[in-house]
């Protein structure tokens, strides 16, 4: 049996954050300085895309691990664990939504509309409270099937840290069999695939649709928890490459690992395409001038019509075309840059969705070095959480403790 004070196991606690460390502390001054410059609106809404673009992925990343779990994919067990890793952005990013109130009057520009009776949902106090308690709720779900996951996977290994220790401790007084605990994971698994439909359609709603507060699509919500899951197995190949690329067999990766999580992401990508799609032609059929100006303002005019072409070559036509060929879907390296290409993509998309409301009369893209910087930063906070995670429960990667079969 490996122990835990292998190489394998060091890697992972060798003081290598300073990179991590650095990009956030690159992000955080240069919002801060940007915040308080000339142009503060420009700060705001790369920090609100950068918000709901991470916070997707790791929201995703466990809704992998959930999914392969109801569904019993019995090939996933490795994935999985190195997909649970991302939920310990959880925490950061709900830290990061209640910030949203200290730029309200960036991030919310119906504050200075007339909103027509839409103040009884509109307005910040209730915004913040619901948004706020529906991510709790994810969360919370989030993590107690984590923690049942968790107990598989390492609840037999001597505990290391004071964290362990807690939950070695709660683990050994359930003494709970394996059977009951994977019935209790299917429980929590399929409770966190209905609040990840809820509540991120509910977020889609309000910090998304709502920056235009009169116009509507009733699958708006759809397409908002949808894209999560396409970013989030872009964000776990990504993760799961990194990983193999380093350490090699030890993380018990192999080729065909690689090729099943990458058709689906394959999937996903038509899936996201399929909904951009139906809410596309729904609204220019039916010819609504207070539901199509929404969509000419951004795909037929300037300067937004060259980045709706972009996104749409990027995030869908590209992988499209490369993800047919099967061997690409076994090369760690390939589909990191193709898996990287496309979350670039989506942060694109969000500033397609998100750009022309806030930014009104734009006559080129609002989109500078200021925005690679405030992504930079958020990069460093998920890559510090999920190596955190990874200290704390290396063997999630390299070695499942008991067995872990659906």
């Known amino acids: 049996m490996t122990s835990a004070n292998s190489p394998f196991f060091d890697a992972f606690r060798r003081p290598a954050g300073w990179g991590f460390s650095s990009l ?25 895309i950068n918000f709901l673009l991470w916070s997707g992925i790791a929201q995703g990343g466990l809704l992998f691990s959930a999914l392969m779990h109801v569904v019993k994919a019995r ?44 103040e009884a949902w509109l307005n910040v106090p209730f915004l913040l409270a619901r948004d706020g308690l529906g991510l709790l709720i994810l969360y919370g779900v989030g993590f107690v099937f984590l923690y ?7 609840g037999m290994l001597a505990p290391v840290g004071k964290l362990r220790t807690t939950l070695h401790r709660r683990w050994s007084r359930a003494e709970m069999d394996p059977d009951a605990i994977r019935s209790r994971m299917t429980l929590w698994a399929m409770l966190y695939c209905l609040s990840f439909a809820l509540v991120l359609s509910l977020i889609g ?6 920056l235009d507060p009169h116009w509507i699509s009733t699958l708006f919500g759809a397409y908002c928890f949808v894209k999560p ?43 996201w395409a399929d909904f951009f799609y139906a809410q596309f032609v729904v609204i220019w059929y039916g010819n609504i001038p207070e ?28 992988p499209f075309l490369i993800l047919l060929n099967k061997k690409i879907k076994t090369l760690p390296r390939a589909m990191t840059v193709l898996c990287t290409a496309v979350i ?13 409301a806030l930014n009104h009369g734009a006559t080129r893209l609002p989109l500078g070095i200021l925005d690679l910087l405030i992504t930079l930063g958020f990069l460093g906070m ?23 079969s659906p």
Do not use: C
Not at 344 to 356: C, N, R, S
């Open 24 to 48: 956030l502390a690159v992000g955080v001054v240069s919002f801060l300085a940007a915040a308080g410059g000339r142009h503060p609106h420009l700060a705001w809404q790369a920090y609100l």
């Open 148 to 154: 049942h996951s968790l107990n598989l996977r390492v």
């Open 75 to 118: 090939w996933s067990g490795r994935m999985a664990g190195i997909a649970e890793s991302m939920a310990a952005f959880f925490p950061i990013s709900f830290v990061l939504f209640l910030f949203l109130f200290v730029g309200r009057d960036h991030v919310f520009p119906w504050l200075h509309y007339d909103l027509h009776g839409k």
């Open 205 to 210: 709603y309000d910090l998304v649709m709502a």
């Open 229 to 271: 899951i396409y970013i989030g197995l872009g964000g776990l190949i990504v993760l799961a490459s990194v990983l193999y690329i380093r350490y090699g067999a030890d993380t018990g990766l192999t080729a065909d690992h690689f090729h099943d999580v990458g058709k689906l992401f394959f999937g996903f990508a038509l899936v």
């Open 291 to 318: 539901e199509t100006s929404y969509v000419i303002a951004r795909t037929m005019t300037a300067p937004w019509r060259g980045l709706a072409w972009t996104v749409l070559l990027v995030s869908f036509v590209g």
């Open 382 to 404: 998920m890559a510090l959480a999920v190596r955190f995670f990874l200290n704390l429960f290396p063997e999630v990667v390299h070695m499942p403790t008991r067995d872990m």
């Open 344 to 356: 670039a993509g989506i942060w694109l998309e969000h500033l397609l969705l998100i750009g022309p």
